[in-house]
Every structure is written in C-alpha cells, then in structure tokens.
C-alpha cells in the first residue's frame, strides 16, 4: 500500500495588518518533508510553497506565497484523487490560523493562506472546505497534522463540526478507514514558536526519532507520537489535542531493540497467575491494568466531561461500552479528584435504584429525596443537586440504559429520563451522568426530546475495536502476565475476526479459555490451544454445551453427566433470563433469585438443587454463564446472563427460544393484558373470552415446562375463564343439554368441569341463579345433586336452602302404563306475592299491582318429563284437549320432551 503526504509550511501574508509574517512555518515543513522521505515509506511528498533544487533533484519548502485556491487544489488532489484512493494519507500544515465569530457568537475557524483576507475570504474553511473533503475522501488511513493558531476548532468542542468530521467514520466510512488528527492546542490557544522550530514541530520530530520507537517493535504510531509530545508540551502553555476513529497510522518503523523486560505478574487472594482476561464479563475498576485498546474512546468522553453535564456511551451489543465505563473512565476520574457514584442499572424499579443510591449519600434528606424524585411537580433533582458538595465533581453511571425499555415500568421511566436528563439543563451542575446504550435501542430514546437532543449533541459512539487498538486488546493483557500469543495465533484470530461481527465478547470469552490451556512451560498462548477449544466462534458454545451437560465441565474429557432433572432446570433458568422482543429478537432479562428459585415450587429439595446450579462449585456462575450479586442498596440478589453473546452465539439456547417462542409470546401478551386488568380494578371487561382465552390456555399448558406465567398473569386467566363460566351458565343454551352432549363441550371449553361446578354449587355467597344452573349441568352430568328450596322476596331475591332427606315431601308413584311410571313429590298449599310494583321497569300493567295468591296443594313431577312418559299421558282419555304424542324433536326414549 502506497503512502503520500502533503506538507505546507506558510511564512508570508499579503495582508501584515491583518496577520504578520512568521519565520518557522516553512523550516518546520521542510523538516517534515525531509523526515517523511527519509523514511523510505512514502511514494510522494508534495510541499507548498516549492522551489526545485535541480542540483539535488529534489523539491523544498519554501517562505514564499502560496494561495488559497493553490491550497484548496492540493487538498483536493490528495484527500480525493485517485492516485490515493484507499491509500495511506498524511498531512501537515504549519502557519496562521485564525476563527471569525459571527453575530449569535459561533466561531468558524480556518487555516490561512497567504492571501487570506480578515472575512476570511481566499482562507481554507474548516468548516465548509477541509471537513466536506475529509467526510468525502475514501483513503485506508489519515493522519492530518496542524501547527498552528486554533487547530483545535476542528475538535468536537463546536458540536456542527463533531458531526461532520465524526458521522461519517461511524456510519458512511468503509470499514478499513481509520483517521487520526493531532493539533497543537486547544482552540482557545496560541500556538508558539522556539528557536529553531515551533514548539509543536520540534517536539513532533523529537518524537519521531529512533529513541522514542518501541523498543520491541520499532514502530512508532501515532497514538505513541501524541502521547510523546502531550509530555513534551507540558507546562509550556499549550495542551496538544488528538481525535482519532479507528486504528492509530504506523508513521515510522525502526528496527527493534533488543532488551529484558522485567514482568511482575498480578497475583490473585490465594496466590496465583490473576487470569488478565474476562470471559463474558465486563472489565471493572479491579481489572483496568488488564483492559486496553480503548484509550482513545475514554480521553473523548473524558474530553466531554470537561464541557457537558450528560455523556451517552451508544454501541452495538457486545462492543464493551460498560467496560469503557467501569475500567477506563472510573478509575481515571478518580485520580483526578472526582467522586464516583456507584453506577446503577435502571431494573425493574428505576426511581427506587436512584432514591436507594441517593439516600446513601443525603441519609438526612429522605423526605426531600422523596418529593424531588417521586413527584412529578416538584423541581426535580435541582433541590438534590445544591447539596452536592462543589470542590468535587460527581459522576453518576446509568450502565444497560436500554433496560428502562425492556424491563422498566413504563412510569417510572418516563419520570427517571426526565431526571436525570435534568442535569444537563443545569450547567454549573456539580453532579454529571455517562449512560451507556445500545445502539438498537436508541430508536426508543428519540420518543424523548431532551434525551434525543442530548444524544445527536452530546454522544460517542463507540466503533469496533480495530486495528493496533485490537492487537493491544489481545496481547498486552497476557504480555502484562509474563506471557507471549503467538504469531500464528494472532494471526488466525485475526482472520477469524473478520468472519464474525460483534466479535468482542466472543474474543475475550475464546482468550479466557485460551489462558486457562496456556503452555506454563514456555509462557504461551498457543495456536493449537485455540483449535482446541473450536476458535472464537466454537470457544462460546462449546463451553456452554460442557456446562449443560457435565458437573465435571472444567475437565479436557468431563464424564459424570448432569441429570435430565438437572438440564431441564437450566433450561428453564435460561428460558426465564430473556426478556422476548419483537420478530426474532430477545435481550437478557435479569431476574431475582428468589424468582428463579421459586421454579422448582414449594419442594426444597427442588430448591436446594437449583441453588446448587446456580452458584454451587459445579455451577452456572462458576462456570461463567450466570453472574449474580447483590449490592447494598438493592432490596434483593438478582440472577442475569454473563453476557447477550450467549443469546446468539449457543446453539442450544438458541434451540430452545425458537421451539418455544409461541409460549413466550403468548405469556408475554398475558402479563401485559393482566397489569391493564389490575390498573382498572379487575373490571370484567378486561378479561379475555371465546377462542382466545381457549387458545391461550391451550397453548400455556403445552408449555408448562419451560414457560413461567406471573401470579397476576394466572389470577387474570382464573377470572377470565370463570367469567366465561358465568356466561355460559347465564345461556339458555344449557337447558335441553344431555350428558353426551355436555361431555363433548367439556372437551371445547376449558372453564367447563365437573370441578368448577361443584365449587359453584357449594359457594353459599354465589348467586342463587349460578348455583342452580351449576346443580341443573351437574345433574345432567350423572352427579348427585341436592334438592333445592327457594324463597323469592318482593325485590326478586332468592334465597336458596338444600332440603334434608328427611325434610323431603313425601312421594307418590304412578303407574302410567306397563313398566312407565311418574314419580311425583307433594307440595303444600300455601300463599306468596305474585305481581310487579307500580315502577318497575318493563312490567306490564296487567301484572300489577302486587297481590297475594293462594294455592291448593298439588302433586309436581319430580323429575323432568320423559318422551316415553309424555306418550303415556298423551294417550289417556281426553279432558280439554288433544295432546300429540311425538312433540319433541328428540328420538331418545329416554329424552326429556320439550313440551311444558
């Protein structure tokens, strides 16, 4: 690959009452240039302004003129010509810059040609010229260098040009693209000139030189440059800058000096080798000596901090955002004075998360802390914030900010964004918050407008880890242990990386299990270790299969097999740490352990087995699948994933979301429709009916084994299906029901049995006319009923009681025909009110007013009537009238007739 470099070094302005002549720019450019060529690795370096030296054949830089269309050409030329298309890229610029601020007070900052004008005509606009070209050119790496007056406004300090320089490397840029800028000073400053060079190029240079290359390697980045000249600068009055995305240029190889490096490895409580890398785990402050590869992503968030209240952290799943957080961030914070809050995640219960973390910190302020964070009137976290102390500054952690979407209630989200997006309104707040998020779930963040604003101004974004910024994530953990990766393994991770996105978690899963196979004899972390475990995609899977299976799983060859009773609990536990999400996706849902626990039920001993699984020494957290933990402030411990790669990247956790995804969602849908019923007072008219609630609990029993439903989500189904009952009972439908008929509904509706029934029947606060719809089914049924007595009051209340055996009246059979007879029961005569009151509504008025009847005893069959019965009474002599003998559309013999 090809590498050219335009260097430009600016002594004279046409204008000296607007900018005065400078004596180093085009010394310092010539030294540049004459570097860069010396290097033997550049194809090109153009200079401006030029002369040819014809006796030495070559060009230099010169204190002549140069214009800004000249200038304009050159950047054009180099940044998007197709000589240097996907080519490496360097240029320098040493001269006057200078910023215009307009009439609302915005700076625009430019790099100044010789005939720049005060207005900034003929000057080159970082703004509109150098940042458009930058964002357009399509080049394999960048390094663009300024030495000069406000370099740094092309810094995210003026959030316009952020986007425009920073938009483009996350989301247009080609995936090998990588740019890197370095300027002299901040854009508030001045860039200064030393005696033979300007302060910024004579360090530049110094940096450059063979004494300041890696010893091992040679190489000097520039990464390694920066840092060099940061410490150069220091006290002199300028505080160089940096922005980088992507891997950071080799600007120089040396040959590597040999030398004996002395290791002092880190050693655990007991004594041994501390493991330097951490599987599916996220780096904390414990483990920042092992965590590298993403200082340049802490120095800008750091950088932000400097000038803003709120910081989201916004990346893919998997791209190590809480590490960024927990290992880089904090403990630099820390050493420069700030006060760490401990970080939180948003749960269940968010509000309660921040008031409990609050409360630690204000222990005397537990009514104040209530009113401005539970009521929604209040001044919010203002109030709170007065009593931060103010000689430090605090930082709050909201890790996993996308569980205030999968897992939070829905109120007390809305009031805990509102809160702490509050900080950033203030702006001598003492208190600031980094989030970090995932990048998926930014969509419902916009529904906010304080947070969507905040995350177009105010974010970083975290790109892959790339380049030499991965290769320090895979070696210098192991070489901080006194141990080598290999070439070949290094090698071989590396094309293996590029067949995997998201890699990262799976890297570090496949490096920790690489480390526990590591050659102790000759310090190494091996190539055939790695084939050994299946690589970076097989390590994760396969870890997680030996864990399932085996009790003996940290064995090359385990043998003692976990039980199927064992393997269907952790299923079930896995099934239970996922919260379902939309078409095929689903996110780790943590848990709490007495939830977890309770899946073996009221039996201990199912309970002291799961606890075994969980956190015994053969168990899932050792085996490095489950973390749990418990903190101070939290009202109980919690289970969760290890990490979300294990949702995508296990075979058999992905076979078990699949064949039960329909349970999933189903239960899902109920938990959702039964919080609606509780919020409304358990109102009928939430319930589920019909072929719904049959589907429902159809499909909740096929899954029983591996799908949990909440305690509200069962009492909703019980009412529903009771309330289905209650209609049925109410139909007309169930009059003319014969047991063959009433046991095939029995199939088809679920809320029909015998049980139900009977529960109705013997429910003394049930209504009157439930219990003997219930009594007439179970009598159909073949059961044995009570004989009932009802009383009826003037209101239309009844009052139910079960006649004694006996109290019953006495009984009188007749003989009707050959082998037919009518048992009849007597009823005493007696009087009762019959009739409407004046008002009622719907009477007629022939059934009013209300009045007393008196009855003569009579004989009533105790029995419905029979179609072989009706024909016996049919055929006896006539009285009034003429009877058919076959009325019903009935043919059983034994069928009751319809006709009363």
């Known amino acids: 690959m090809a590498r050219y470099a335009l260097v430009i070094g600016i002594n004279h302005y046409d204008n000296p009452n607007f900018l005065p002549p400078l004596s180093k720019p085009a010394q310092d450019a010539e030294a540049v240039a004459q570097f860069l060529e010396n290097t033997g690795t550049f194809a090109n370096v153009e200079r401006l302004p030029n002369r040819w030296i014809a006796a030495e054949k070559r060009y230099e830089v010169v204190p002549g003129q140069v214009t800004g269309d000249k200038v304009l050409q050159a950047l054009q030329q180099i940044l998007s010509g197709e000589q240097t298309k996907n080519q490496e890229v360097l240029i320098y610029f040493s001269g006057h810059g200078f910023r215009l601020i307009n009439r609302i007070g915005d700076g ?58 920073l938009e483009p490397s996350l989301s247009a840029f080609k995936e090998k693209q990588d740019y890197y800028l370095i300027a002299a000073c901040r854009s508030e400053q001045v860039a200064w000139e030393d005696k033979e060079y300007s302060l910024f190029t ?75 890398y951490q599987g599916l785990l996220a780096f904390t402050k414990k483990e920042r000596d092992f965590f590298f590869g993403r200082k340049r992503v802490v120095e800008d968030i750091k950088s932000k901090l400097d000038r803003l209240n709120f910081v989201p952290l916004i ?30 995640k948003p749960g269940f219960k968010p509000l309660t998360k921040l008031e409990s973390l609050l409360l630690s910190y204000f222990p005397d302020c537990e009514k104040l802390l209530d009113e401005c964070i539970n ?24 890790d996993q900010f996308e569980e205030l979407f999968t897992f939070a209630l829905a109120e007390q989200r809305d009031r805990f964004i509102e809160l702490i997006t509050q900080v950033a309104t203030i702006p001598d707040s003492p208190l600031a918050v980094v989030a970090t998020m995932r990048a998926d779930f930014i969509e419902p963040c916009l529904r906010y407008d304080g947070l969507r604003q905040l995350i177009q101004n105010n974010a970083e974004y975290l790109p892959d880890l790339r380049g030499l910024d991965l290769l320090e994530a895979i070696t210098e953990p192991a070489k901080l242990q006194g141990y080598e990766v290999t070439n070949d393994l ?84 896995f099934l239970n740490l996922l919260q379902i999400g939309d078409g095929e996706k689903d996110t780790r849902l943590r848990q709490p352990k007495a939830f977890i626990l309770s899946l073996a039920g009221d039996n201990q001993e199912g309970q002291k087995v799961l606890k075994e699984l969980i956190e015994g020494k053969q168990g899932l957290v050792k085996g490095r699948l489950l973390v749990t933990g418990k903190t101070e402030r939290e009202e109980e411990a919690w289970v969760d994933l290890a990490h979300e790669a294990l949702i995508e990247k296990w075979d058999n956790l992905n076979l078990w979301r699949t064949e039960t995804r329909k349970g999933r969602e189903l239960a899902k849908q109920v938990d959702k429709d039964a919080k609606d019923w509780q919020k409304n007072n358990r109102s009928q008219y939430y319930l589920w009916s019909g072929d719904k609630l049959a589907d429902a609990e159809k499909i909740l029993q096929e899954y029983q084994d591996t799908v949990e439903t909440t305690q509200l989500a069962k009492d909703f189904l019980e009412a529903s299906s009771q309330q289905e009952l209650y209609n049925y009972l109410r139909s007309s439908d169930i009059d003319n029901l014969e047991r063959e008929t009433l046991e095939k509904e029995a199939t088809n509706k679920s809320f029909l049995s015998r049980e139900k029934l009977r529960n109705l029947l013997e429910n003394e606060k049930e209504k009157a006319q439930i219990r003997l719809s219930a009594s007439w089914l179970l009598k159909q049924w073949g059961e044995e009923v009570p004989i009932w007595t009802a009383k009826v009051d003037k209101q239309g209340n009844i009052e139910l009681s079960i006649i004694a055996e006996n109290d019953l009246p006495a009984t009188v059979i007749e003989e009707l025909e050959s082998g037919i007879n009518l048992e009849m029961v007597k009823i005493s005569g007696g009087e009762f009110w019959m009739g409407s009151p004046e008002r009622e509504d719907g009477s007629y008025p022939d059934e009013r007013p209300p009045h007393r009847v008196t009855i003569s005893p009579f004989l009533m069959g105790k029995y419905p009537i029979t179609q072989a019965q009706w024909r016996a009474v049919a055929s006896l002599p006539k009285i009034e009238r003429d009877l058919n003998p076959d009325p019903s559309t009935y043919n059983p013999h034994s069928a009751p007739s319809t006709v009363t």
């Not at 990464?223 to 006290?235: A, C, I, P, Q």
């Not at 505080?239 to 980088?244: A, D, F, S």
């Open 490 to 573: 290094l090698n071989k991770i590396l094309e293996d990386i590029k067949q995997e996105p998201g890699f990262l978690p799976l890297l570090e899963f496949a490096l920790t299990q690489l480390w526990q196979r590591r050659d102790e004899a000759n310090h190494r972390l091996t190539l055939d270790a790695y084939e050994a475990i299946g690589g970076i995609v097989g390590a994760l899977n396969c870890q997680a299969d030996k864990v399932y299976q085996y009790k003996d799983y940290e064995k090359d060859s385990p043998q003692q097999e976990r039980t199927e009773t064992e393997k269907a609990l952790i299923k079930r536990i």
């Open 375 to 398: 009521n929604p009137a209040s001044e919010g976290l203002k109030p709170l914030l007065e009593l931060f102390p103010r000689k430090h500054k605090f930082l709050l952690v909201v």
């Open 202 to 276: 004579a360090a530049l240079l110094k940096g450059l030189s063979p004494q300041q290359a890696d010893p091992e390697t040679g190489e000097i980045s520039a990464d390694r440059l920066f840092d060099f000249v940061s410490r150069e600068l220091r006290g002199k009055g300028q505080e160089p800058i940096r922005m980088g995305v992507g891997r950071s240029l080799i600007l120089v190889k040396y040959g590597a000096q040999p030398q004996v490096t002395e290791v002092n490895p880190l050693l655990d409580e007991t004594g041994e080798l501390r493991c330097p």
């Open 108 to 165: 625009e900052a430019y790099l100044a040609t010789s005939d720049s004008q005060p207005d900034g005509e003929n000057a080159i606009s970082l703004d509109r010229e150098l940042n458009p070209l930058l964002r357009r050119s399509n080049l394999s790496n960048l390094v663009v260098m300024l030495d000069c007056c406000h370099a740094g406004a092309l810094l995210p300090e003026n959030p316009e040009l952020n986007r425009t320089l």
């Open 315 to 344: 990346g893919a799943s998997g791209s190590g955002k809480s590490s960024v957080v927990l290992a880089g961030l904090i403990p630099w914070l820390e050493e420069l004075g700030w006060q760490i809050l401990e970080p939180i």
